[in-house]
Every structure is written in C-alpha cells, then in structure tokens.
C-alpha cells in the first residue's frame, strides 16, 4: 500500500516568513496526493490536491504545493504566513479509496 | 449548502456504555467513510460504506465496533461496551461515486471521552 512520510512534526514560524512542510510518499504507481489542514477542535479541510497534469498546484489560502515525481515528494508551501494559519497539517494519499495520512505537521505561528 | 455533519460533537462515556456517531453526508453523496484520530497515532481509517452496503471494514477493530449506512438516515458508527482506548476523535467523510480522484469532504468530528 502506498504511504507518505511527514519529516518534520513541528514547525514554529514568524508571521509574514514563508514556511515549507515536508511530505515524502511511496509509490510505483500513479498517484493522488491531498494536503488537509485542521485547525483546534476542527475537522479536516482540503487545501489542495494533485491528481495529474501540472506539478505545481496552487489551493486555498494562499498555499502551494509540488509534485516532484523523481523525489517521491509533495512539499506543501506558502511564500508569507498569517497567525490564522496555526493549525495541524496532513499529507495523505489515496489508496484505491482510503487515505492514508501523514503523522502531520503542527505549524505555529508568531507575531 | 450544508457540509458533512456529525453529532454529537463530544460525548462522555463511561466504560462499559455504548456509544453510538452519527453522521449525515453532504447532499448528493452516497458514499461515507469513518476515520479515528487516536492521540500519537495519527488518522487511521475504519470503514467505506455505501447505502446500505459495507464496502470495506477492514480498519475497524475487531469486536465491540459496527457501522451502517441505512437506505434513510445517517450513517451510524456504534462502539458498544467502550474502553479508555476507545477515546478519540472520530471524523466521518463523504464523497460522490468514484474512487481515488474524488475528494473526501470531512465533517467536524466527534470527540469521545471514556471515564
């Protein structure tokens, strides 16, 4: 089945700096790749995923990510971060229909 | 336009209750899916179900967990004769017919205290 790997578990920020979070994947197949975001006491929303076609995607809230095929890697990105975007961060892939997550990122950010 | 809803949002139970999820999917969704996020573990899946079909429960614990998805009405995760470990939140999913490329929509979660 295929996996994906989150490097790191926090990353602390200042606001306005650009944050990278760091998502590996194992796959010899096609692959679809999600990143969700949950804010505290909250469920998960999609910010972006990647299906096919362009290895840049862009999502909401201003956040990117690319799809590097020969790194077996999905880095989500954001060039300057807001306070609101403390939250916890998850890669997932799809396996047939189920998602399997990343151990997730929580991202804090500082005035 | 109203999301996935679950309810209750908490609920505290005492060893040895059941307790019982609810969860209605987004308008035009048949299919739902049950995902448990254990503290330190991470979100796991349970169970993908259809209207009235289980598709595949091979995430969920052996004993004591059940899950449907009647004709009418929500989709209903059941955890009888709970333990400590039962706590969790648990988040339900839908999404349209078609698998893979289709997103998941997840609703808020319950969060299950066991006392």
């Known amino acids: 089945a295929q996996s994906v790997t989150q490097l790191d578990s926090q990353v602390p920020v200042f606001e306005e700096a650009p944050v990278e979070l760091r998502c590996n994947y194992s796959?010899?197949?096609?692959?679809?790749l999600f990143w969700y975001v949950q804010y505290p006491n909250q469920g998960l929303q999609l910010l972006l995923k990647?299906?096919?076609?362009?290895?840049l995607v862009k999502g909401i809230n201003g956040f990117e990510a690319e799809f590097n095929k020969s790194q077996t890697s999905f880095h989500l990105r954001k060039p300057s971060v807001h306070i609101s975007d403390t939250a916890e961060y998850f890669c997932?892939?799809?396996?047939?229909?189920?998602?399997?997550f990343g151990a997730g990122t929580t991202v804090t950010v500082r005035a | 336009n109203a999301g996935v809803m679950q309810n209750p949002r908490h609920l505290v139970r005492r060893r040895g209750q059941e307790a019982r999820l609810r969860c209605s999917p987004m308008?035009?969704?048949?299919?739902v899916y049950w995902y448990r996020q254990l503290p330190e573990e991470g979100l796991k899946f349970m169970v993908y179900?259809?209207?009235?079909?289980?598709?595949?429960e091979s995430g969920m614990p052996k004993e004591r967990f059940s899950a449907e998805f009647p004709k009418e009405g929500p989709s209903i995760l059941r955890i009888q004769q709970v333990v400590r470990g039962d706590s969790a939140a648990y988040f339900c999913?839908?999404?349209?017919?078609?698998?893979?490329?289709?997103?998941?929509?997840f609703g808020p979660g319950t969060r299950l205290t066991v006392t």
């Open positions: 179900l259809q209207k009235e079909n289980i598709i595949d």
């Open positions: 990647y299906l096919s076609g362009s290895t």
């Open positions: 997932a892939v799809v396996n047939d229909y189920k998602l399997s």
């Open positions: 796959s010899s197949v096609s692959v679809y």
């Open positions: 999913a839908s999404s349209r017919p078609g698998q893979g490329r289709v997103e998941q929509y």
């Open positions: 308008k035009g969704h048949s299919h």
